[in-house]
């Protein structure tokens, strides 16, 4: 075997489908949980306890558990500390939870600028806030649609500069299409909406970025400082880990100065709950409810706390006590693996004739 071939028999015996005579093929969709997710869940059911919500030793241990949790994901996407992670159901609670925190923050002729290639959960949010939602309070904002070049897949960048104004509050766009497997440039991006001009509420003057990450974060290591992104979701069904857990990475003082999402359970504040004021907890907590959505402790840290030994390989992109730059090491091998596969069906799917293929990028 190559040394740069991957050991599919080895990568396999990781998880239980094979046994079933199954041959997946929609892992972009969802990931099949590895074995080692499942023995996971087996050890951390006997000290299954509330978080945030008990004294019982088990208590202490579930949420030290569930704590650490956060700063995992935070190491995952580079973030600088867990006060930037939203932990939610998905990407589409993630993007839901931007457009409800921003919702008071739009004036009357603002605009959000979003795309043509984005999954429903990063277009429909924002088409009820500009069409259903502000007009009911007397508020016009309108929502841009970038258009796609359909033959290769890739975003029109100079559409884009020509929707982007001094009166974008935000740009919306995906870092990899669901449809096409292409990546969006969003150093580009950035760069398009930090020229806007745009005046926020603390005086910065350009755009927001929101990232769906979706298909992005599982197949290429994301650095969220070094792409200066200010909002990015992801979700864990999608990364070898159970359904129900999402993510949203925001700028520490963009989550300090937004107002929560879902108000109850652990996003008040310890005491706070009075006739004529109520008190809200700190970050990362103050997008927290239900509390910890009525799954303390296994149900949210079982998915951060994949760590399987060292027979995974490249098979396996580990979700948390990796060193940035090995993961780096693993996600180069993948995106290589990953061109290398997409240049064979696309010159297989050609050959066959009356086809017509996109997203599959030449170089």
């Avoid at 939602?133 to 884009?160: A, T």
Wanted: proline share 6%; glycine share 10%; with cysteine.
């Amino acid at each position: 075997m190559k040394p740069d071939e991957w050991d599919v028999e080895a990568i396999r015996s990781h998880f239980v489908f094979p046994q079933a005579g199954r041959i997946v093929t929609n892992n972009a969709a969802s990931t099949q949980p590895p074995r080692e997710l499942l023995a996971l869940l087996e050890s951390l059911a006997p000290d299954y306890e509330n978080v945030h919500r008990g004294q019982s030793s088990a208590s202490q241990a579930m949420t030290r558990r569930f704590e650490d949790a956060y700063d995992q994901i935070a190491r995952f996407v580079n973030a600088p500390g867990r006060n930037n992670i939203v932990v939610c159901r998905n990407t589409t609670e993630a993007h839901n939870t931007v457009m409800y925190s921003l919702l008071t923050a739009f004036r009357d002729g603002d605009n959000v600028v979003t795309t043509m290639m984005e999954h429903n959960s990063n277009y429909v949010p924002w088409y009820a806030m500009c069409k259903d939602i502000l007009p009911k309070f007397g508020r016009r904002v309108e929502y841009r649609l970038v258009r796609f070049d359909p033959r290769s897949g890739e975003l029109d960048l100079e559409h884009m500069a020509s929707l982007v104004d001094s009166r974008t509050k935000l740009v919306c766009c995906t870092g990899a299409s669901n449809f096409f497997g292409t990546k969006t440039p969003l150093a580009a991006v950035r760069a398009l909406a930090d020229a806007s001009g745009y005046v926020q509420p603390d005086g910065e003057r350009r755009s927001y970025l929101l990232v769906d990450g979706a298909q992005l974060v599982p197949g290429t290591f994301v650095d969220v400082q070094q792409l200066d992104i200010d909002y990015l979701s992801f979700s864990f069904h999608k990364m070898l880990a159970p359904f129900g857990v999402g993510v949203l990475y925001a700028k520490k003082h963009l989550l300090e100065s937004s107002l929560p999402f879902l108000y109850g359970g652990d996003m008040i504040a310890e005491g706070q709950v009075f006739p004529d004021s109520v008190g809200y907890n700190a970050l990362p907590w103050k997008y927290e409810s239900c509390p910890t959505r009525c799954e303390p402790g296994a149900g949210r840290v079982i998915p951060v706390r994949n760590e399987p030994g060292g027979g995974l390989g490249l098979a396996i992109r580990r979700l948390g006590g990796s060193p940035p730059a090995r993961y780096v090491d693993h996600r180069t091998d993948g995106d290589r693996h990953e061109r290398s596969a997409g240049a064979h069906l696309g010159a297989g799917a050609s050959g066959a004739g009356g086809n017509a293929v996109a997203g599959v990028p030449a170089r």
